[in-house]
């Protein structure tokens, strides 16, 4: 079976702070894709990031990093210097060729930044 | 414009309404996709065409009807919905024609209330 657990529901952190979401994934494929969204108050979600299988190589976008590692199936992300506008919910998502690479979503984690 | 696009943004029904969501994208992508989200549950997909044609129907009530007239545009017709049906439903694209790891592209959402 295929899952992707976010076990934190929500995060509370002061501007300035860094902040990690977890995402812990579960697959039996070796072939897949983890994804990363996030879901401003506006509502749509929006594409942060896509790792595959065989690249654990970390990846930095500007104050954004993740860090994919499958010993522990885990991609988590992390945000440094955090500000107000990065307030959403972010969601992890995992396709693979078990589930004919439908998206898995995890229930998505609530970040609020306070100023 | 560009990205996609949903109408209208919140809609307020009685159970034996009949109504429709619309949805539009100017990506030029083949793939559309409905999803419903729920307070406190993952996303869930709905439908997903491909090329004009259905690909995926996830168990989904008759009470909701997909229609794609063409690759740009995609519609889902509600009738005597119950009030658990109320959610966002989001509509998405994305360029594979079916369920590929392309990122998808979502538009903001059509907020539904049941009465």
């Known amino acids: 079976a295929q899952k992707v657990t976010q076990a934190q529901t929500e995060i509370s952190v002061v501007e300035k702070e860094d902040v990690t979401l977890d995402c812990v994934y579960e697959t039996r494929d070796t072939t897949y894709y983890l994804f990363w969204y996030k879901q401003p108050p506006s509502g749509e979600l929006v594409f942060l990031i896509r790792?595959?299988?065989?690249d654990e190589q970390n990846e930095i976008s500007g104050r954004y990093s993740w860090n994919f590692q499958k010993s522990t199936s885990s991609f988590n992300f992390t945000i440094t210097a955090s500000q107000v506008v990065d307030s959403a919910v972010y969601f992890c998502a995992l396709s693979a060729v078990d589930s004919n690479y439908q998206l898995i979503w995890g229930a998505g984690t609530k970040l609020i930044i306070k100023p | 414009e560009t990205g996609v696009t949903q109408t209208p943004r919140h809609l307020v029904m009685g159970m034996t309404n009949k109504k429709s969501l619309k949805c539009e994208q100017h990506l030029g992508h083949n793939a559309m996709y409905w999803y419903k989200q729920s307070a406190k549950k993952p996303l869930e997909l709905m439908f997903v065409?491909?090329?004009?044609?259905?690909?995926e129907n996830n168990s989904v009530p008759s009470r909701f009807s997909p229609e794609c007239p063409n690759s740009s545009h995609l519609f889902l017709h509600l009738h005597t919905l119950q009030p658990e049906d109320s959610a966002l439903y989001l509509c998405?694209?994305?360029?594979?024609?079916?369920?590929?790891?392309?990122?998808?592209?979502f538009g903001n959402g059509t907020r539904l209330t049941v009465t």
């Open positions: 998405a694209s994305s360029p594979d024609g079916g369920l590929g790891n392309s990122p998808l592209h």
């Open positions: 790792r595959n299988s065989f």
């Open positions: 065409y491909s090329l004009e044609e259905r690909v």
